[in-house]
T-cell receptor
Framework: NAGVTQTPKFQVLKTGQSMTLQCAQD?????MYWYRQDPGMGLRLIYY???????DKGEVPNGYNVSRLNKREFSLRLESAAPSQTSVYFC????????????FGDGTRLSIL | QQQVKQSPQSLIVQKGGISIINCAYE??????FPWYQQFPGKGPALLIA?????SEKKEGRFTISFNKSAKQFSLHIMDSQPGDSATYFC?????????????FGKGTHLIIQP
């Protein structure tokens, strides 16, 4: 049982390049989330998808887009990467958004030069 | 505006001691308070969670104490072990509307000395 799988694990980009971070869950969860983790900042919500077909902005959505491809997959896209987007990105899923445990992947470490 | 304040930022405890991490929140709409444990290179993993209708929840060596009137909650790790060395995050979630993800504290780096 893989849980939440994120690809790639590491990536280095140049400023202005685009990239899509992939996330898939095999727990039949309805809700999926993208967070970023920066040193000393905890985790901050970028976007979430309460159910297949819906997406909503979180605390720090600027510079990102998301796609809920199907129930299993939720991708995060950086259209024009900036150094301020250097971070560790975590995908999470839960049964639904109402007070259910969120299960996290192991992250994508992204550096933008 | 930081909605969940966590302290201390780092903590060193001797093996067998009690580790205590504190969090305070501002938004009275929060109604779910989980604690996550994170090891280097891994994602956060749910440790224990509490809802505001109870004042304490215990699972093994881990206990959450919750004070609704003070808008504070804390994690106690009894008989702390070197394997507990990790970063701990408190979090909070509202009942719905707006952003439905978790609001995290900034984390506590816990070191258990053998």
């Amino acid at each position: 049982n893989a849980g939440v799988t994120q690809t790639p694990k590491f990536q280095v980009l140049k400023t202005g390049q685009s990239m899509t971070l992939q996330c898939a869950q095999d727990m039949n969860h309805n809700s999926m989330y993208w967070y970023r983790q920066d040193p000393g900042m905890g985790l901050r919500l970028i976007y979430y998808s309460a159910s297949e077909g819906t997406t909503d902005k979180g605390e720090v959505p600027n510079g990102y887009n998301v796609s809920r491809l199907n129930k299993r997959e939720f991708s995060l896209r950086l259209e024009s990467a900036a150094p301020s987007q250097t971070s560790v990105y975590f995908c999470a899923s839960s049964v639904h958004t109402s007070n259910q445990p969120q299960h996290f992947g192991d992250g994508t470490r992204l550096s933008i030069l | 505006q930081q909605q969940v304040k966590q302290s201390p930022q780092s903590l060193i405890v001797q093996k067998g001691g009690i580790s205590i991490i504190n969090c305070a929140y501002e938004n009275t709409a929060f109604d779910y308070f989980p604690w996550y444990q994170q090891f280097p290179g891994k994602g956060p993993a749910l440790l224990i969670a509490i809802r505001p209708d109870v004042s304490e929840k215990k699972e093994g060596r881990f206990t959450i104490s919750f004070n609704k009137s003070a808008k504070q909650f804390s994690l106690h790790i009894m008989d702390s072990q070197p394997g507990d060395s990790a970063t701990y995050f408190c979090a909070a979630k509202g009942a719905g509307g707006g952003a439905d993800g978790l609001t995290f504290g900034k984390g506590t780096h816990l070191i258990i000395q053998p």
